[in-house]
């Protein structure tokens, strides 16, 4: 039977290999990870299952919660029935490969290829991730995870489009007709043929576009991918009637300067994929951007003041920006940007213009 406390502990499983080492954890916002051993799966599963009560490897669902927030801990109870036995998969959270087309303002070289590519080339010497055999973890997770009661599985990046790591794994899947496939994706890769061939065996496929602005904001923030090669790719898809089965959902992550235009996502969203080619509806989801050059809790006083002037008290952005701590330095902003601005022929100011006043 499954955890009763969050029965991600007995039924979930991320394999995170982001760091350069692939380990397990019962879900993605867990903060233990357990060394990578899929053979050594049940007595690992023993361990979390026997977790009662919040811990600390807990303490973001518990942050969510005394806030009001659902948190993974309480979705787990939408997802994973009381009739599987707790050896049994009912979701997947696959994050094995750094592989990726994008140097986000946000990432690093630890999480984008590109990334310590640009930095090998600014530091003139050669930064590499030493990353575990994905094969080898592949062929652990379809030749030895119990597969059978699978509802839903997850792919993270780099950009999980760019590799056919993916494909390796879902081809494996027995019964696809029960599980929903999520891919968080940059949006700046369409779908290969023998992705589209394999999408309509699931139930669903959400297709979840890292859209962190449009125009000038995207190409700024998602440096080198272009807004119009990316607006383009997703409009595609959502009129490709051979995918039938693909919903979408855009992903927000709001920093100090793009949250100020977050009503152009919006717009776009509205205007252009407020639903999919069957009436399926777009979701927005915003995520603060934490513990970083640009996190959110950077922006400055007037910024701030700017913000909730530009949307209602009701709105989401105005209560996010509503709550924030006290501003944080920008001196680690303002050394990227000196840097980075001049590297990549952008610049801040024309990407954000409303604000340089402020700044």
């Keep these: 039977m499954p955890n009763q406390f969050c029965k991600y502990l007995s039924n979930g499983l991320t394999v995170d290999s982001s760091e350069g080492t692939a380990n397990i954890r019962p879900c993605c916002w867990y903060q233990s990870d357990s060394k990578f051993n899929l053979m050594h799966l049940k007595e690992q599963r023993q361990v979390w299952n026997a977790i009662t009560d919040w811990t600390d490897a807990c303490h973001l669902c518990k942050t969510l919660e005394n806030a009001g927030q659902q948190s993974m801990r309480q979705s787990s109870f939408d997802w994973i029935d009381d009739n599987v036995d707790n050896d049994c998969l009912v979701t997947m959270d696959i994050n094995l490969d750094t592989k990726c087309n994008a140097a986000c303002i946000m990432c690093n070289e630890s999480l984008s290829s590109l990334w310590a590519k640009e930095k090998s080339k600014m530091y003139k010497k050669t930064l590499t991730i030493n990353q575990s055999s994905i094969d080898d973890t592949v062929d652990q997770i379809v030749n030895t995870a119990n597969l059978e009661h699978l509802k839903y599985v997850k792919f993270f990046g780099g950009e999980p489009l760019f590799t056919d790591t993916h494909l390796k794994i879902i081809q494996h899947i027995p019964h696809p007709e ?182």
């Excluded at 599980?179 to 369409?190: A, D, R």
């Excluded at 490709?240 to 996502?265: C, G, H, K, Q």
């Excluded at 996190?295 to 105005?318: C, F, S, W």
């Design 178 to 359: 029960n599980v929903i496939l999520h891919y968080t994706t940059n949006g700046s890769i369409y779908p290969n043929q023998a992705t589209l061939d394999a999408w309509p065996k699931f139930k669903t496929v959400i297709f979840a576009a890292s859209l962190d602005g449009v125009g000038d904001q995207f190409d700024y923030v998602r440096w080198p991918l272009p807004w119009s090669k990316v607006s383009e790719n997703i409009l595609r898809l959502r009129n490709n009637s051979d995918v039938w089965n693909v919903m979408f959902r855009v992903e927000f992550t709001a920093n100090f300067l793009n949250s100020y235009y977050y009503d152009r996502v919006e717009q776009w969203v509205a205007e252009n994929l407020s639903t999919n080619l069957y009436g399926d509806p777009t979701e927005i989801n915003i995520h603060h951007c934490w513990g970083g050059t640009w996190d959110l809790t950077k922006m400055p006083e007037q910024i701030r003041q700017a913000v909730m002037q530009k949307y209602h008290k009701t709105h989401i952005m105005h209560r996010l920006v509503a709550n924030l701590p006290k501003p944080d330095s920008l001196d680690s902003w303002r050394e990227f940007v000196n840097i980075w601005d001049q590297r990549r022929g952008n610049s801040w100011q024309t990407a954000f213009p409303d604000l340089v006043q402020y700044l």
